[in-house]
């Protein structure tokens, strides 16, 4: 059974930057790609950056593109999402996912969740 673990949440000035981290677990371990939602009170959990796992595509949300990074180190079974000039708008609590489904820009097709780290943002 896959586990997911989340660190490196916070709170942060706006303009600064968090840097969140994945584990990932369990012999069974081998996604298709890994992605990072996030979910801020009253609203939808959205897909904010997914990465599949052999190649390395890389998918963002508009919102933040050119101020997220999302990496992995495939032999260490880590994900990470690099946050920088954040802004209030991304406070909320951010899930990392695994899918093993081709179809990886779909929040439906991700089967395996973490518990979330909270990033709060103070303008």
């Known amino acids: 059974q896959v586990q997911l673990v989340e660190s490196g949440g916070g709170l942060v000035q706006a303009g600064g930057s968090l840097r969140l981290s994945c584990a990932a677990s369990g012999h069974t371990f081998g996604p298709y790609a890994m992605g990072w939602f996030r979910q801020a009170p009253g609203k939808e959990r959205e897909l904010v950056a997914a990465?599949?796992?052999?190649?390395?595509?890389?998918y963002y949300v508009d919102s933040v593109k050119g101020r997220f990074t999302i990496s992995r180190d495939s032999a260490q079974n880590m994900v990470y999402l690099q946050m920088n000039s954040l802004k209030p708008e991304d406070t909320a609590l951010y899930y990392c996912?695994?899918?093993?489904?081709?179809?990886?820009?779909?929040?439906?097709?991700?089967?395996?969740w973490g518990q979330g780290t909270q990033v709060t943002v103070s303008s």
């Open positions: 990465i599949t796992w052999r190649i390395g595509s890389r």
């Open positions: 996912a695994a899918t093993t489904f081709a179809t990886w820009t779909q929040l439906s097709n991700y089967k395996t």
